[in-house]
């Protein structure tokens, strides 16, 4: 006979377990007592942090509150007041419904509750680590004060794994502005550190709103939704395809006003966007479907973040039809036409090109340009001077038999006659049939490998703006940017926070000069969490990955002198067979294939 070994837990260690599952991070706390809040029927919320919210978290609202009879199970686990009986959770309404939230808060932290009730006494209701102390009388205005300290103060192992205070505080705000954007008639006010961080009055529209939290351009450039398909209703905004992102952080959807996500209607979407957009993006909406509760299930995720739906290929259905008709409303064409106005026109030269895109040439004064790192270095010449050639073939891998060299495909075509098609490809006469280059590639890969020489001899120069860009962006992509505004600046990228949602680009690095300054942010921010780059390494590579938006682009005409100094350049590249991406840069059709093609040879 063996001694028994499955055992029931304790409640407190049940109530650390559940708060496993509901409580990650200080922004799950703000997310269980906000909605907590909405469900109360509070018209104004205040969200008070300290330390990112380790050390206090504290809601404040104006809710109906808590009875003293309601105080004494607010930490009990499983008790709420929105279920009585197995079938309401078939058409749950409310934002919470599990009851488990506050015991498991509670589980982790020191936290009280002070409620009253209208015209009646104040209670107040501690909790610290699981163990829960009786009701008392306490001062307190009509509503409810949340108050939570010392977050993960018994699960050491959970404390270590919080982010630093400033990228605790942009999680919460951006779950904040999540939550608000559903409820525009409740004031919402965000406190960091005793200083006001966010201030959303109630009573404003959804543009509004979008305007104050995203930004201005992003609010000009929104087209108002509003379709209804029997019991099925979709209200919002969506965004214009030119400001659509590199990831999907800002495909925000609603259901029945619970901020949360379903592939497949988020798919729907999409899909309403496919001939507006090119690979890789993703669309910017804010939208919200309503329909009977009981069309949609919302227990499905521990934190209530995933829906299924009853009909889900119609609700996704839905939601296609409301932005595809918005979009044809907006007068949206497709992805590759011009958007009013005349279609572009062709030009000669590049008017609007540095004289030095790809390298200085002899005698050319220099550039005005500072210095991150390192002491000056000569640049490699852009000209055809003697000395320029003899030190390219000097350092060029072009001599055919070397052992385990690859020539260079470019060191043939310096001195060949050559015709430019499609302004976008060069085409030459080889040593044994045609070759053809891509100069976008080439050119993203020359200033790839320039990028990559002036990082490891820390000599990347900084081409300051004249006129600062101002930038508006989401609280978690502005905290990352100025978290990383070091490693920034080392590879010559200059940011300035610029205060609300915003930051300033004063300098951009010299190579890149052509890219747009909000381009590069773009690039920077895409990603979410853990998929951004971490350490000066990643954020290099990111960077590299922007010599395409710096390239020379398709229907870009070059005059016969830029592009023999960018085929002089070539000479110089270590890899000059692929462009940063993979693309070739050069294709050979030998004399042979082109016999073949051309039924000259069987």
């Avoid at 999680?171 to 005793?194: H, S």
């Avoid at 958007?339 to 090109?353: C, F, I, N, T």
């Avoid at 310096?414 to 045609?434: A, K, P, W």
Wanted: glycine content about 10%; overall charge negative.
């Amino acid at each position: 006979m063996t001694d028994q070994v499955i055992k029931v837990l304790p409640s407190r260690i049940v109530n650390q377990i559940a708060a496993g599952e509901v409580i990650e991070r200080p922004f799950s706390v703000v997310k269980e007592l906000v909605e907590n809040s909405l469900d109360a029927g509070a018209t104004r919320i205040t969200v008070e942090l300290a330390d990112g919210g380790s050390q206090l978290i504290r809601i404040t609202d104006d809710g109906v509150g808590f009875s003293p009879a309601d105080l004494e199970l607010a930490f009990v686990s499983h008790a709420t007041s929105k279920l009585a009986e197995l079938q309401d959770l078939d058409h749950i309404a409310s934002l919470g419904f599990r009851g488990e939230a506050l015991a498991s808060i509670g589980a982790i932290s020191r936290a009280w509750i002070r409620s009253c009730q209208p015209g009646g006494e104040g209670y107040e209701v501690r909790c610290e680590g699981g163990e829960i102390e009786s009701p008392r009388p306490a001062a307190c205005p009509p509503g409810s004060i949340l108050e939570i300290r010392d977050l993960f103060f018994n699960t050491p192992p959970r404390r270590r794994f919080l982010r630093s205070p400033r990228a605790e505080k942009a999680k919460c705000q951006d779950l904040l502005i999540r939550l608000a954007l559903a409820r525009l008639d409740v004031d919402f006010t965000f406190v960091v550190d005793g200083k006001q961080a966010l201030r959303l009055p109630a009573g404003e529209s959804l543009k509004d709103r979008v305007g104050r939290t995203f930004g201005r351009q992003l609010a000009g450039n929104l087209l108002e939704v509003k379709h209804q398909s029997g019991t099925y209703r979709v209200e919002g905004l969506v965004c214009h395809p030119d400001l659509a992102r590199r990831d999907s952080t800002m495909e925000i959807l609603y259901i029945n006003g619970r901020c949360a996500k379903d592939r497949s209607v988020m798919f729907a979407v999409r899909q309403a966007y496919k001939e507006f957009l090119m690979h890789g993006r993703f669309p910017v909406y804010f939208l919200g479907l309503w329909l009977p509760p009981e069309e949609v299930d919302v227990n499905v995720h521990p934190t209530k973040s995933e829906v299924r739906f009853v009909q889900q290929r119609f609700a996704g259905g839905v939601l296609h039809e409301a932005v595809r008709r918005a979009l044809q409303a907006g007068d949206i064409k497709s992805a590759g036409l011009a958007v009013g106005g005349e279609m572009p026109k062709a030009r000669s030269g590049l008017p609007d090109l540095p004289a030095d895109l790809f390298g200085r040439s002899e005698g050319a004064p220099p550039r005005p340009a500072q210095w991150v790192g390192g002491h000056p270095k000569a640049p490699v010449s852009g000209g055809s001077g003697d000395s320029g050639d003899q030190e390219v073939a000097e350092t060029s891998p072009t001599t055919p038999g070397s052992a385990g060299v690859l020539v260079n495909p470019f060191a043939a075509l310096r001195e060949r006659t050559f015709l430019q098609v499609m302004n976008l490809y060069l085409v030459f006469e080889g040593d044994d049939g045609i070759v053809v280059v891509d100069q976008h590639a080439l050119h993203e890969r020359v200033l790839y490998e320039r990028f990559r020489n002036q990082h490891d001899q820390r000599e990347t120069r900084v081409q300051g703006l004249l006129v600062p860009e101002v930038i508006d962006l989401s609280a978690s992509d502005k905290q990352w940017l100025l978290e990383s505004k070091d490693d920034l600046a080392a590879e010559g990228f200059l940011i300035e926070d610029f205060g609300g949602q915003s930051i300033s680009v004063t300098g951009i690095p010299a190579v890149l000069g052509r890219a747009r300054p909000k381009d590069l942010v773009e690039t920077f921010i895409a990603g979410v969490g853990d998929q951004r780059p971490s350490g000066r390494e990643a954020i290099v590579e990111r960077f590299h990955s922007m010599a395409c938006r710096a390239a020379v682009m398709s229907g870009d005409r070059l005059v016969d002198e830029e592009i023999k100094a960018l085929l002089q350049e070539a000479l110089t590249l270590e890899h000059p067979h692929n462009c940063p991406h993979g693309r070739p840069t050069v294709l050979t059709f030998s004399g042979p294939q082109l016999e073949r093609y051309f039924k000259r040879r069987v």
